[in-house]
């Protein structure tokens, strides 16, 4: 194995749109910690919105800031174990030379929501590249002895292996669904979580999986992914084509991952009575529906979700089964000195980009 460098290049956030790439010291590991060496790390939506400043992150007069200035973005992460005591290494199930990829969230342990079993809402929310630990932005990056740590096969590319992160999430909104086998399940947007969404609905073999989104590119991604049937809102009436392939009832099952507040209204109006609305989207503005299609008209499910805890075996087990379209997901890799460009790529939303990786090595 290399030797380990005294310095490395890693991402700083300093501020919003302050992020630097700095050289710094390769951090030393304690006696339950692992280091590891990076070989990719996905860009998030939530990384931009954060590099904008966003409420959510940076707090307002309501909430609290979230982010630390000084630690390094980057949560969808995957790297090699390249030092760690035996303590650690035990701890983590792993050996040296392993690839792994953690979890964004760092449970505490000790709250409420970890002592009943649901460490994903964590109270004091620790979370790499955010809040407490230094994310994946950096040729190396500390594993501390609460990361959730999961072995990923070394024969899948590096931003391929770092799909593992915005998977689970979405598989977790795919159990939120509830899914059945007789579902019409319609998932909106078909970004990355979209079609992760995708990929989990049609691994629980409903009656069809139908994509929405206005990018007919992205329409023919989800098909490879998965998709029984796709729809692009600019082009035909979604409402009248749901209505006629499910005998005038609608779906059973609208799982959002837009972000867009139109989406809503939409998936309320899509479903039949019963029917289970997911919303895994982060919104920039207040979203206003007629709450009354929940109640009194079709006394809907409604369901958020949140990270993606119990799915990470399923996602990266999918991703080294080899039946995803991985190359066409993982559209552009870039260096760490080129993260404002990777960030800008995010920012596109009407560019060609669908998930932007940054891979230290290169
Ligand atoms: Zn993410
Ligand atoms: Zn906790």
Redesign the pocket.
């Known amino acids: 194995m290399a030797e380990i460098p005294k310095t490395m290049n890693a991402v700083v956030m300093h501020a919003p749109e302050d992020y630097r790439l700095e050289e710094i010291d390769v951090p030393a590991p304690a006696a339950d910690e692992l280091l590891l060496r990076i070989e990719a790390v996905?860009v998030?939506?939530?990384?931009l919105k954060c590099y904008h400043g966003a409420a959510k992150f940076w707090g307002d007069e309501n909430r609290e800031r979230w982010v630390q200035p000084g630690i390094t973005p980057g949560?969808?992460l995957v790297g090699e174990v390249v030092s760690g005591a035996p303590e650690a290494l035990a701890n983590h199930g792993v050996e040296i030379g392993d690839r792994i990829a953690c979890e964004?969230i760092v449970p505490c342990g000790d709250c409420l929501y970890c002592q009943r079993g649901w460490y994903w809402m964590c109270e004091p929310h620790a979370m790499f590249g955010f809040k407490t630990y230094h994310g994946g932005m950096a040729e190396f990056m500390i594993v501390p002895p609460n990361a959730r740590a999961h072995k990923v096969s070394k024969d899948v590319a590096p931003q391929h292996a770092a799909f593992a992160?915005?998977l689970s999430?979405s598989l977790h909104a795919v159990e939120r669904a509830g899914i059945q086998f007789e579902d019409v399940v319609v998932v909106a947007g078909a970004g990355?979580?979209g079609l992760g969404a995708i990929i989990g609905a049609a691994h629980k073999s409903p009656q069809m999986v139908i994509a929405l989104d206005f990018d007919d590119d992205k329409l023919a991604l989800a098909k490879k992914c998965g998709a029984d049937l796709t729809l692009n809102p600019s082009e035909v009436d979604v409402y009248e084509e749901i209505r006629g392939l499910t005998g005038g009832y609608g779906a059973d099952v609208y799982i959002e991952c837009t972000g867009h507040p139109s989406a809503v209204g939409q998936g309320l109006n899509l479903l039949r009575k019963l029917g289970r609305f997911v919303e895994y989207s982060v919104f920039g503005e207040d979203v206003t529906v007629d709450w009354s299609i929940i109640s009194d008209d079709k006394e809907l499910d409604v369901r958020g979700a949140h990270l993606g805890p119990h799915t990470w075996s399923a996602a990266i087990k999918i991703i080294e089964s080899g039946v995803l379209p991985l190359d066409e997901i993982c559209t552009h890799q870039y260096g760490l000195g080129d993260v404002q460009t990777a960030l800008d790529q995010v920012a596109d939303s009407a560019g060609s980009s669908v998930k932007v990786s940054l891979i230290p090595g290169l």
């Open positions: 996905g998030c939506a939530s990384d949560h969808e964004q992160e915005p999430c990355p979580i």
